[in-house]
């Protein structure tokens, strides 16, 4: 008897050990995949927040910039002339496309506002920093391809064989592919027989000088030339600038101050942004006051029968309606029946108004249940009416509760996209949204933009953009927890 | 100062329903909850500047009789009421009677102490305030103050009016809920077991209150403990199954009962 006992508390003990670690291995897992998306998404994203600028002489032309007009002056040729200036050998009309694809398109932007803010900089010389474009950035992040340079030992004698370069020498550390740096050329490796090596010119070397240790280095690049944005005659310039010390990194405030852009250098998330707060604005001052009032009356006021019952039941339902579902009512009603303009945050703060309304309620109507009845009795006892008891003790101690409940809907409002893309927030948009009928997206439908893009640049963009939405949601998540935490009140 | 479990009760003059006005008059009430019926065929008389006490078992129909003579069941969708109960000779479930009025006039206090999580002095000054009472602050303190000296809770909380009210203890809590139902003048106060959340000290200390508010008002309690009953009222009502079996004088009642089971009751028989 007392043996089958032991046993019996044994096999529970060991039920309940069994049952812990279940659990801890349950949150292990959960706790690993979350560390492995939420790093996934930092290391992507986080060069997306610097970008790099190279420092150059500008002289602005009054030619070219008008002091009367210098909204209207060419800055762009300011700035691509200062940037050819520094490459006097780079003449082939592709060589000179090349080049110009290290300078972004907004690269005269800093310029441009420099004289705006100052007219008396027309006419002197100026040091300024110009953007580079996306390729060029990652290529300074390390992001296009390992850069190895290693400086040259022993003597190299370099001669002319036609379009072809002969390179003879210590040679033993050469292989095919790199790039050997000498008398102010640079020469790709072709082919090597013996220590022997052929090169081709990717910049012509100014003389043919035998050049001595430390006169020579070498470039390895580790991606291919061919799965690459940037060809090797562009690496050398930028090594060039590397070099002079001219390129610097900064933080790229840009990301924030713009709106969305086809160069991924100028793109930002402003737009989206600021079309996020108007949409969500929109549907919290909807649902907000909607939601409450009707957790109130149902909670409160109505009669309990078959109709609220009815009631009841379609609100959780919806609550449970797939969102993109939203989005095609959304479409049909607001655009297509009362003619809301399309793409515009009003709409989409409907259709999102219509989303969280089931949560907003339901999270009211719990709000208002947990308040003790003793509370509604003991304001009715004393002669409140039922109104004044509701509203002058009820909802006071509900408001947390439903606090806590709005931002977890508006938390579930500013993540949504699906029912945004059925009403147009999915369009380029470029410029940031002035108000609630302007063309405008959200930060979600920027992400599922940037993602389709080919450019590598806007793939750190996307991993940036969900660093952000990420932020914003677990702020208003903690807001929520906070209020829930300083409110909570025991009976 | 009285000591705890003092019987506070003065020795019961003879007949004392019919020495005193009627304030409450009950006739042929009946409640039902849906198709339940809780109070049946009901009928009692309740005179002024007394306390009446209710016994009876759980479920007997002392509560849900009660919560009807300020028309606390209004709140419950299910309650329905036939027969009338009238205070002061005047029909409370008449179409006339705005329950807000009524509600004030006739004040409630309930088992567990229910203080708003107010101040103390928010507590008591609710009443007063949304009725109108107070024309200005002075007044309203006036009232505050006037009522939890009342209640015998003014000495223990006057150097903090402002601190909130479900910080007191339990039974302060429950003075704090007597001070807010006298705040706004009632003629009745209804007690629905008001000490059954409280321990012994805190019992004696509103068992005494009680007693002192038995000069003003028209009291009603519901109480579980015959004790009880017997130390604060001069009268007893004992329910049982929704009727009411006897209504007397509390001596009467509890040392000659004229019905076996009012006897079996208070004798521990069944209960």
């Known amino acids: 008897m007392t043996d089958l006992r032991a046993d019996f508390i044994a096999k529970r003990y060991a039920s309940e050990r069994r049952f812990k670690f279940l659990g801890a291995a349950a949150l292990g897992i959960t706790a690993l995949f979350l560390i492995f998306l939420v790093s996934d998404i930092v290391i992507k994203g986080f060069p997306a927040f610097f970008e790099h600028r190279v420092m150059m002489e500008v002289t602005v032309d009054p030619a070219k910039v008008d002091a009367a007009k210098p909204m209207a002056g060419d800055y762009d040729g300011l700035v691509n002339d200062a940037f050819r200036a520094l490459y006097p050998n780079v003449t082939s009309r592709a060589d000179r496309k090349a080049l110009g694809g290290i300078l972004s398109q907004g690269a005269a932007d800093d310029l441009r506002a420099m004289v705006l803010a100052d007219p008396g900089l027309i006419g002197k010389t100026l040091k300024v920093p110009a953007l580079l474009s996306d390729d060029a950035d990652l290529y300074f992040k390390g992001m296009q391809t390992g850069v190895k340079t290693a400086a040259g030992a022993g003597t190299l004698q370099i001669a002319q064989a036609g379009e072809s370069y002969v390179i003879t020498g210590d040679t033993k550390d050469i292989v095919q592919g790199q790039i050997i740096r000498a008398n102010g050329g640079a020469l790709r490796v072709t082919s090597l027989e013996g220590t022997t090596v052929l090169a081709e010119a990717l910049v012509a070397p100014t003389t043919l000088n035998t050049a001595t240790s430390g006169q020579w280095d070498i470039l390895t690049l580790s991606v291919k030339e061919t799965e690459r944005r940037i060809n090797d005659r562009q690496v050398v310039w930028m090594e060039q600038l590397r070099q002079s010390d001219s390129v610097g990194k900064t933080i790229s405030w840009r990301f924030f101050t713009s709106g969305d852009s086809r160069e991924a250098e100028l793109a930002g998330i402003k737009g989206a942004l600021v079309g996020s707060l108007f949409t969500v604005a929109v549907s919290l001052l909807l649902a907000l006051p909607l939601g409450i009032a009707a957790a109130i009356y149902l909670e409160q006021f109505a009669p309990k029968n078959k109709l609220t019952d009815l009631i009841e039941v379609n609100i959780n339902n919806l609550a449970a309606v797939p969102s993109i579902i939203f989005g095609l009512l959304g479409l049909a009603v607001f655009l297509n029946f009362f003619g809301l303009p399309r793409s515009a945050p009003l709409v989409g703060g409907l259709v999102l108004a219509l989303l969280v309304l089931p949560t907003i309620i339901i999270a009211a109507r719990a709000a208002l249940k947990a308040v003790p009845p003793s509370i509604t009795e003991a304001a009715l006892g004393v002669g409140a009416s039922k109104q004044q008891a509701v509203f002058q003790h009820v909802l006071p101690l509900a408001v947390p509760g439903i606090l806590t409940g709005t931002i977890l809907g508006l938390a579930r409002a500013f993540g949504e996209t699906a029912p945004l893309l059925m009403i147009g927030m999915v369009a380029f948009i470029a410029d940031v949204p002035q108000g609630v009928n302007d063309a405008a997206t959200v930060l979600p439908v920027q992400i599922y933009l940037w993602s389709d893009l080919p450019e590598i640049a806007f793939q750190s963009k996307t991993a940036a953009a969900i660093i952000v939405l990420m932020v914003v949601l677990f702020s208003l998540n903690a807001i929520a927890i906070y209020l829930r935490k300083r409110f909570e009140r025991r009976w | ?271």
């Open chain 2, 1 to 271: 100062m009285n000591a705890p479990f003092q019987t506070v009760v003065t020795p019961a003059s003879p007949r004392i329903i019919a020495d005193r006005p009627m304030k409450i008059e009950a006739k042929d009430v009946n409640i039902y909850y849906g198709e339940k019926q809780a109070i049946k065929s009901l009928s009692i008389d309740i005179p002024d500047r007394a306390v009446s006490a209710f016994i009876g078992p759980s479920g007997c129909g002392k509560s849900t009789f009660l919560r009807a003579i300020n028309r606390m069941n209004d709140t419950i969708p299910t309650c329905r009421i036939t027969g009338n109960i009238t205070i002061d000779g005047r029909d409370i479930y008449d179409r006339d009677i705005d329950v807000v009025q009524l509600r004030a006039k006739v004040g409630m206090v309930f088992q567990k102490p229910n203080p708003f999580p107010k101040s103390i002095f928010e507590n008591v000054a609710y009443g007063p305030r949304i009725h109108g009472m107070a024309q200005n602050k002075t007044d309203l303190e006036e009232i505050v103050v006037a009522s939890l000296k009342k209640a015998s809770l003014f000495e223990e909380v006057k150097d903090r009016l402002t601190a909130p009210g479900t910080g007191l203890s339990g039974g302060q809590q429950q003075r704090l809920c007597i001070a807010r139902a006298i705040a706004v003048n009632p003629q009745v106060i209804l007690m629905d077991e008001p000490c059954s959340a409280l321990d012994p000290i805190a019992t004696a200390k509103i068992e005494e209150l009680i007693d002192e508010l038995r000069q003003n008002y028209c009291i009603v309690i519901v109480t579980h403990s015959m004790q009880q009953a017997a130390r604060v009222s001069q009268l007893t009502a004992f329910f049982h199954l929704g009727t009411l079996v006897e209504f007397g004088d509390t001596d009467e009642v509890f040392t000659a009962p004229q019905e076996k089971r009012t006897q079996d009751y208070i004798t521990g028989r069944f209960g």
